[in-house]
Nanobody, 119 residues
Framework: QVQLQESGPGLVKPSQTFSVTCTVS??????????WNWIRQSPGKGLEWMGG???????YYSPALRSRTSISRDTSKNQLTLQLSSVSPEDTAVYYC???????????WGKGTLVTVSS
């Protein structure tokens, strides 16, 4: 059973940069043909796909967030990292990592971590 666990800073000030880490257990992040996605949900809004990283380590980004987003992985720790820069209160959200296939069909979700952007 694959499990994903996000961890983040909790509270961040506007204009800062934060990172959220997803630790994967029960499976390797380098398993062939799997993709690791970052998705967020702001209060009262729907899910927003932010980007992800493939099993070969190649990141991909939502065009809407590309300029502020960096996604990476640490294969030695079986972890994924999302970094978001120049944040504003509109970036307040629960941040999820999720595993998908090449068709972006998600089969595993983490429980998410809330990041609040506030001065």
């Amino acid at each position: 059973q694959v499990q994903l666990q996000e961890s983040g800073p909790g509270l961040v000030k506007p204009s800062q940069t934060f990172s959220v880490t997803c630790t994967v257990s029960g499976g390797s992040i380098t398993t062939n043909y799997v993709y690791w996605n970052w998705i967020r949900q702001s209060p009262g809004k729907g899910l927003e796909w932010m980007g992800g990283i493939g099993y070969r380590g190649n990141p991909y980004y939502s065009p809407a967030l590309r300029s502020r987003t960096s996604i990476s992985r640490d294969t030695s720790k079986n972890q994924l990292t999302l970094q978001l820069s120049s944040v504003s209160p509109e970036d307040t959200a629960v941040y999820y990592c999720a595993r998908s296939d090449s068709n972006f069909k998600i089969d595993y979700w983490g429980k998410g971590t809330l990041v609040t952007v506030s001065s």
